[in-house]
T-cell receptor, first 114, second 112 residues
Framework: DAGITQSPRHKVTETGTPVTLRCHQTENHRYMYWYRQDPGHGLRLIHYSYGVKDTDKGEVSDGYSVSRSKTEDFLLTLESATSSQTSVYFC?????????????FGPGTRLTVT | SQQGEEDPQALSIQEGENATMNCSYKTSINNLQWYRQNSGRGLVHLILIRSNEREKHSGRLRVTLDTSKKSSSLLITASRAADTASYFCATDSGGSNYKLTFGKGTLLTVNP
């Protein structure tokens, strides 16, 4: 899986609680992305990062925040989880200029908000 | 909003047959990529075709791109049961942020 791990792999949490998902890479790629995948919607970009401390919003960023203090780690935080955030979350990495534009995906985190 | 839209949403064929999936998109692109996702797994990159290319091959995969029609097709020849997966197209509209926009996918089932 191209040296990408996600933790936890599964999580059940209650509405209103904060949740942090972690993406860790060993490839030293500059770009990292967080997506959510839902039936009928495909993959939608939540946030992405183009370097340490450099992040930007994606298509569905409301209710999510991210941080990247090290090249290898990209954290996604649900500030106050809601049932609509029940989803499968994927992290991806890329290094444009190397394997240009291809993204490599982690195994995913299945999050259930009750 | 989705840039790419795959067609059909689901496709069921017998082993040995060819499978064709289509992708349409709305705005101009820098390149178009196809990914595969096995059930419960992350996406895996299959092939990339640039906007100035019309056809590309990789093993049993053949991708075409028609920028005038804003469409692409993925052909898998001599399909195998192991090809059973969801297939997604993803478009890159250029710029410095290297973001991809994914379609909703085609679920391919190859029956042995």
């Amino acid at each position: 899986d191209a040296g990408i791990t996600q933790s936890p792999r599964h999580k059940v949490t209650e509405t209103g609680t904060p949740v942090t998902l972690r993406c860790h890479q060993t490839e030293n790629h500059r770009y990292m992305y967080w997506y959510r995948q839902d039936p009928g919607h495909g993959l939608r970009l939540i946030h992405y990062s183009y370097g340490v401390k450099d992040t930007d919003k994606g298509e569905v960023s409301d209710g999510y925040s991210v941080s990247r203090s090290k090249t290898e780690d990209f954290l996604l935080t649900l500030e106050s989880a809601t049932s609509s955030q029940t989803s499968v979350y994927f992290c991806a990495i890329s290094e444009p200029g190397g394997r240009v534009y291809e993204q490599y995906f982690g195994p995913g985190t299945r999050l259930t908000v009750t | 909003s989705q840039q790419g839209e795959e067609d059909p949403q689901a496709l069921s064929i017998q082993e040995g047959e060819n499978a064709t999936m289509n992708c349409s998109y709305k705005t101009s692109i820098n390149n178009l990529q196809w990914y595969r996702q096995n059930s419960g797994r992350g996406l895996v990159h299959l092939i990339l075709i640039r906007s100035n290319e019309r056809e590309k091959h990789s093993g049993r995969l053949r991708v075409t791109l028609d920028t005038s029609k804003k469409s692409s097709s993925l052909l898998i020849t001599a399909s195998r049961a192991a090809d059973t997966a969801s297939y997604f197209c993803a478009t890159d509209s250029g710029g410095s942020n290297y973001k991809l926009t994914f379609g909703k996918g085609t679920l391919l089932t190859v029956n042995p």
